[in-house]
């Protein structure tokens, strides 16, 4: 009789390799799931932070036309290069001394200054320059007092559609921002 009773107790210690095993799995479901969640709540924060740049960077620009109503015509263009690799940065008027510049002369120093969301303007190297927008462009078009300003950029999202850029889990996709102000002389 004694025997039976070391049996009984002994069926009832513990969990089995079974049960263990099972709830690790569920345990395991359950962080993928967290893990997929905050890697999708990354990309939209980094989309949305890229986005309110995108903002920023065509109010800067549409604000200096406004302030420079008589040249405004002066700031259309695409920025920083032309497409083809040919900067359209404009150059350094040098104009900060006592007679202060043209509006023309201002125009282009405040294109130069802007360009530098987009490109090393002021040559501190590829190591320490980081653009305010990745791969960003910038077009700006004029239809007579309105200027429409146009900010792209190229985000690089987690959805394994496109493995033509190396990658199996990312692919680039062209984002635009369009910036609309009428700007009277």
Same mark, same amino acid.
């Given at each position: 009789?004694?025997?039976?009773?070391?049996?009984?107790?002994?069926? &009832?210690?513990?969990?089995?390799?079974?049960?263990?095993?099972?709830?690790?799995?569920?345990?395991?479901?359950?962080?993928?799931?967290?893990?997929?969640?905050?890697?999708?709540?990354?990309?939209?924060?980094?989309?949305?932070?890229?986005?309110?740049?995108?903002?920023?960077?065509?109010?800067?620009?549409?604000?200096?036309?406004?302030?420079?109503?008589?040249?405004?015509?002066?700031?259309?263009?695409?920025?920083?290069?032309?497409?083809?690799?040919?900067?359209?940065?404009?150059?350094? &008027?040098?104009?900060?001394?006592?007679?202060?510049?043209? =509006?023309?002369? #201002?125009?282009?120093?405040?294109?130069?200054?802007?360009?530098?969301?987009?490109?090393?303007?002021?040559?501190?190297?590829?190591?320490?320059?980081? =653009?305010?927008?990745?791969?960003?462009? #910038?077009?700006?078009?004029?239809?007579?007092?309105?200027?429409?300003?146009?900010?792209?950029?190229?985000?690089?999202?987690?959805?394994?559609?496109?493995?033509?850029?190396?990658?199996?889990?990312?692919?680039?996709?062209?984002?635009?921002?369009?910036?609309?102000?009428?700007?009277? =002389?």
């Amino acid at each position: 009789m004694p025997m039976m009773k070391r049996r009984a107790i002994s069926r &009832q210690a513990g969990f089995t390799l079974i049960e263990v095993m099972v709830s690790v799995l569920v345990l395991l479901v359950g962080l993928l799931g967290v893990v997929s969640m905050q890697m999708l709540s990354l990309q939209a924060n980094q989309g949305a932070y890229f986005r309110s740049q995108a903002v920023f960077i065509g109010g800067e620009i549409l604000d200096a036309m406004r302030a420079n109503p008589t040249a405004a015509a002066n700031y259309v263009g695409v920025y920083p290069d032309d497409g083809s690799g040919t900067s359209t940065v404009p150059a350094d &008027q040098n104009c900060d001394d006592l007679d202060g510049c043209t =509006p023309q002369e #201002a125009a282009l120093q405040d294109l130069r200054e802007w360009s530098v969301h987009f490109f090393d303007v002021f040559g501190v190297g590829a190591a320490n320059f980081r =653009p305010s927008i990745p791969n960003g462009r #910038a077009l700006i078009n004029a239809t007579g007092d309105e200027y429409t300003v146009q900010v792209s950029w190229t985000e690089r999202q987690f959805d394994n559609t496109d493995a033509t850029d190396g990658s199996d889990t990312r692919s680039r996709v062209q984002q635009v921002v369009n910036l609309s102000a009428v700007v009277t =002389p």
